[in-house]
């Protein structure tokens, strides 16, 4: 505990919080007192930190501090960053603390940089003004507004000016259209931006940043005298964590536990510690384990032995180390550290030729020797070591040696033969003969003749013998000639020995070589005889061995009968996934834009055929990562495995450098921005509906065993006010035909709409997704309200354990919310089925006026221009929808074509009719998708924008709007278009239901021109009595 009264620390100003204690403070002070019985007798009073002005990550912790007076009087507020989720925690012992009257003056008065700015600042200032505001890469406050003027730099200081990234190693050269090396670069060191890695030996260079360790894929190499990262020509040499990094960060020693890991490692990133096991009951190491570290030849970290196995005189393990970079060093001193080894004699480091940093600590090794026979001249060198007055061998130079015997030398005074240093190579006595090549001995090949007069060779390979053993074909000695070896233009190449032992080539009629002599022939035919015995024995052997298992295995099936396959039973997936060229994709301009990639409005021209459909192209970011390409790949995935009409679908995937997925285009946008804005206009009938569409989709899901885990209202897409579609599949997991449950690895969840088990267990089930439709519904029914908007993510968990849920919606009777509730309750099981819950919702678009009180409730409006300005262009005559281009016939059917009043009541003019008609025999056939609206609507000013219009797809031409469609899935025909029949309902796929009264005649919903109103349409129906006389609306 501190008991100092005062702790000066005037001159911080920021915390950048890069590690936390418990994970989350920043600053903590705790139990800064002693205590003496029951009373305090000493302790902190004043922890001036006068210039702390803010921290950048993690909160503030202050408790136990019973003499610190006057804290809470402290704007925290000002100096924590909120983004970061801080949270800011003061406690103090009641029972010991003084008063604050005597406590001395206030512990520090930092200045307010953040509480006090203008609200055109969007980090800190220096006074309250506009013109105060600091740059955005300041941190901890400024002077003025520029990015040289920062107390503080937010991320890093490149020569006193704040920058968000140091200077790339490459820039882009827009004259030679190519990327040249960057003058001008700089390497991110910490949170400075410098010229060149400190410690050229200590720091590895690779792209715009120093490092410790060279990552996967590339190793370490020296050029110009600096280590930089390259990346691997072929297998990389494998690298092994260390103690103190990566899955040995936590461990202190070399063990039993993690010695396996060192196994064929050649580059520890990292320390390599030996120690005894004082207290952790740690099993005792095997010494031939130690075998494992004979590999290395590079250690990034430090060395440091201080227990030995005792049959060992050696560090011989460590024979093939070559570096030891002191990245890390033993007390900040020390890259090589052996100390109380009694029983080592010498080191047996043969192949240590460098030590980049630090020292070298040698010292209470009462039997070690040879240490000062090593040139010592950078290293540091313990005067407590005594010579053992022993010397190295004879054939060692004046560099020293590792230890005894001529294979222990630094380097060689005459001659090194495979690492053990001679007096002289065996050039003319000896074997194997050998010659010399730079101060080593080489040996010379097997198929030289072995000399006594002179050199065997002149250099290493077969083409330096001074004479060849067998035969010499052109410069090579070779064992035989060549005989049917494949040459130049596929032809086989002959040759046969002279009588001086040269190969020459056989004449060119020569198939099957040259015949010397009969001794040939007889050799060929005992080959082949002896062959054919060896074939032969092979075959009995094999046929034997054949008839011993089928004897076995009838033994077998006698005993025991064999259990028979069990198939999955599961369908297999035959969805067909289209790869599209990115020649056939048109973008026209941006709909939005997330954190992977941006979504435009664009046209699709399939190869081979006169058409375009409109589409929605989502574009992968350039410099997204793996993990993002692969989630992007799961969601095509997933949208290409599902057909629904109430399922968004993947038409395509184009595979450029960005990946880019082709999806149907939702023109009225997502349905959470559709219901906010227009929820003047929205009646009952189309809620209910989108409820029933949403149901149906998500049941559908469930069939295909598809767990969506983020149902939203902002997840819902409007192809029009009538049909909805579920999207957005990137969290969407497949089960397969025996998985019932999913569980999560982390990562962003919307955990206001997920179930309580998933918020706690990251588990997700087709009951987590109802409870998710249950909140969707919420949406609806509040016209896009926030659920629990006024409770923070991370207690939505305790305030579902207590029972509170989402309150019921003013519009909503109690039927519809207890289907809610049911969708809200804890156990999984307890909740309805989406084929339930398609049932329910669907008796009650039957008769929404008694499930929804809705003041006003008027028919939703729809624009005639909407789709002339979502679509338009110079040239969209053959502009067809996706479905209808995809899937022609299956399109006919209706999803959702009766809304709220799907005709706008007509006064009895004779003149409707004729409108209709010319409409309806138009050939603009190919936009059946686009004509779902009002005859009244059609007859607005043109110059009043559309109430269901989407800014994100505002397009201002009108071109498109003077055709007329005649496709029969949403055009509301008259009477004499269509053939009346008594007690027909409306053909919804959501719900059927006979809107037309039974009692009442076809001939009661005709106007006195014949113009048929539809239910929905009908007065009478409706209750208000002279329907034929109503205004227009």
């Known amino acids: 505990m501190n008991e100092a009264p005062t702790v000066p620390l005037v001159n911080l100003r920021l915390i950048r919080g890069q590690s936390l204690y418990e994970g989350r403070f920043a600053l903590l002070v705790l139990s800064n007192y002693n205590k003496d019985n029951s009373s305090v007798t000493g302790g902190m009073r004043q922890l001036l930190l006068s210039n702390l002005t803010e921290i950048?990550?993690?909160?503030?912790k202050v408790t136990l501090n019973p003499l610190l007076c006057n804290m809470d009087t402290i704007q925290w507020s000002d100096i924590v960053d909120k983004s970061?989720?801080?949270?800011?925690?003061?406690e103090a012992d009641i029972s010991t603390r003084h008063d604050s009257a005597e406590a001395p003056s206030l512990s520090f008065y930092p200045p307010v940089t953040k509480l006090v700015c203008a609200e055109q600042c969007s980090a800190r200032c220096h006074g309250p003004k506009p013109v105060d505001c600091c740059n955005q890469h300041c941190a901890a406050g400024c002077t003025g507004p520029s990015a040289t003027q920062c107390l503080a730099c937010r991320d890093f200081n490149d020569d006193g000016t704040c920058i968000d990234a140091c200077p790339p190693p490459k820039i882009y050269d827009r004259l030679i259209q190519q990327e040249v090396m960057n003058p001008k670069v700089k390497y991110a060191y910490g949170a400075t931006c410098v010229k060149a890695c400190p410690c050229k030996h200590n720091y590895v260079v690779t792209e715009g940043s120093c490092v410790r360790s060279c990552s996967a894929g590339t190793k370490e190499v020296q050029e110009n005298g600096v280590h930089i990262c390259k990346p691997c020509e072929g297998p990389c040499p494998k690298a092994c964590d260390g103690i103190g990094m990566g899955s040995l960060s936590n461990t202190m020693a070399v063990n039993s536990t993690n010695i396996d890991s060192f196994r064929n490692c050649t580059s520890v990133n990292g320390n390599i510690i030996l120690s005894q096991d004082p207290h952790y009951n740690i099993p005792p190491m095997e010494p031939e384990k130690l075998e494992n570290l004979r590999t290395v030849k590079e250690i990034t970290g430090y060395l440091m032995i201080t227990a030995w196995p005792e049959d060992s005189r050696s560090l011989s393990v460590f024979e093939n180390l070559e570096a030891i970079r002191g990245r890390a060093a033993y007390q900040k001193s020390y890259s090589l550290v052996v100390v109380n080894v009694n029983h080592l004699r010498w080191l047996g480091l043969r192949s240590l030729k460098e030590i980049s940093a630090s020292n070298v600590m040698v010292k209470k090794n009462c039997s070690l020797c040879f240490i000062q026979t090593v040139n010592w001249t950078r290293l540091f060198r313990s005067k407590q070591n005594q010579a053992c007055n022993q010397t190295c061998h004879h054939q060692c130079s004046e560099d020293g040696c590792w230890g005894p015997g001529p294979d222990m030398c630094v380097s060689c005074l005459h001659f090194n033969r495979r690492g053990r240093c001679v007096a002289q190579c065996n050039l003319l006595h000896g074997e194997p003969r050998e010659v010399e090549v730079n101060s080593s001995c080489v040996e010379c090949h097997s198929e030289c003749l072995m000399?006594?007069?002179?050199?065997?060779?002149?250099?290493?390979?077969?083409?330096?013998?001074?004479q060849c053993a067998h035969f010499k074909d052109g410069h090579q000695c070779v064992a035989r000639c060549p005989h049917g070896v494949l040459g130049d233009g596929d032809t086989l190449i002959w040759k046969?020995?002279?009588?001086?032992?040269?190969?020459?080539?056989?004449?060119?009629?020569?198939?099957?070589?040259?015949?010397?002599?009969s001794t040939l022939a007889v050799g060929v035919v005992g080959g082949l005889l002896v062959a054919v015995l060896v074939l032969l024995l092979i075959v009995v052997l094999l046929r034997r061995r054949r008839i011993k298992q089928?004897?076995?295995i009838r033994r077998l099936l006698q005993e025991k009968k064999l259990e028979p396959l069990i198939p999955s039973g599961q369908a297999p997936n035959q969805a067909h996934l289209r790869i599209l060229k990115e020649t056939e994709l048109k973008k026209d301009r941006v709909l939005g834009s997330g954190a992977f990639g941006t979504v435009y409005k664009g046209l699709w021209f399939p190869e081979d055929e006169n058409v375009r459909i409109p589409v929605a192209i989502k574009v992968l970011r350039e410099a997204t990562s793996p993990k993002a390409n692969q989630e992007v790949l799961d969601e095509a995935y997933v949208m290409a495995s599902v057909d629904h009409p109430h399922v968004c679908r993947l038409l395509g995937i184009c595979l450029t450098s960005s990946v880019q997925l082709v999806t149907q285009l939702m023109p009225y946008g997502c349905l959470l921005d559709y219901v906010r804005h227009h929820q003047e206009t929205i009646c009952g009938q189309w809620l209910l509906n989108w409820c029933v569409q949403i149901a149906k989709g998500m049941s559908y899901l469930e069939e295909r065993h598809l767990v969506h885990r983020d149902l939203a209202a902002r997840n819902v897409l409007l192809k029009n006010p009538n049909h909805v579609k579920i999207t957005d599949f990137g969290l969407a997991k497949l089960l397969t035909a025996n998985e019932t449950e999913y569980h999560a690895d982390g990562g962003k969840v919307p955990i206001k709409w997920m179930a309580l088990e998933s918020i706690l267990q990251f588990t997700f089930t087709h009951q987590s997704d109802v409870w998710s439709y249950g909140v969707t519904v919420w949406e609806l029914m509040t016209f896009g309200s926030k659920p629990y908007?006024?409770?923070q993510a991370r207690d939505v968990s305790s305030v579902l354990e207590r029972g509170e849920r989402l309150?019921?919606?003013?519009?909503?009777?109690?039927?519809?919310?207890?289907?809610?509730?049911?969708?809200?309750?804890?156990?999984?099981a307890s909740r309805p089925r989406f084929r339930e819950l398609v049932a329910e919702f669907s008796q009650m678009a039957r008769d929404p006026s008694r499930y929804l009180v809705i003041q006003g409730d008027l028919p939703s409006p729809s624009d005639r221009r909407f789709y002339s300005r979502l679509l338009s262009s110079d040239d969209l005559d053959d502009v067809v929808d996706a479905e209808e281009y995809l899937q022609p016939y299956k399109g006919q059917s209706n999803h959702g074509n009766h809304p709220c009043n799907t005709m706008v009541k007509t006064h009895a003019r004779g003149d409707v009719h004729k409108e209709f008609s010319t409409s309806f025999h138009s050939k603009g056939s190919n936009y059946d998708y686009y004509t779902n609206q009002s005859v009244s609507e059609t007859r607005r000013s043109s110059s009043r924008l559309s109430e269901v219009f989407n800014p994100n797809y505002e397009d201002l031409n009108q071109s498109w709007a003077t055709k007329s469609f005649s496709g029969p899935e949403y055009l509301n025909m008259t009477q004499s278009s269509l053939p009346p029949e008594d007690g027909d309902s409306l053909r919804s796929p959501d719900y059927k239901a006979n809107f037309l009264s039974l009692t009442s005649s076809t001939s009661e919903a005709l106007t006195g021109d014949g113009v048929f109103l539809p239910a929905a349409e009908n007065l009478e129906y409706l209750g208000l009595g002279a329907a034929l006389h109503a205004p227009l609306r």
């Open 789 to 791: 908007d006024t409770i």
């Open 451 to 466: 000399m006594s007069e002179g050199p065997t060779c002149r250099g290493p390979g077969p083409g330096n013998c001074s």
């Open 84 to 90: 970061s989720h801080s949270s800011i925690h003061q």
């Open 56 to 60: 950048l990550s993690g909160g503030v």
């Open 496 to 517: 046969y020995a002279d009588e001086t032992g040269h190969c020459q080539l056989c004449h060119q009629n020569c198939t099957e070589g040259t015949t010397t002599n």
């Open 550 to 552: 089928k004897r076995t």
């Open 807 to 828: 309150p019921q919606p003013p519009i909503c009777t109690i039927d519809v919310y207890m289907i809610m509730v049911k969708c809200w309750m804890i156990d999984p």
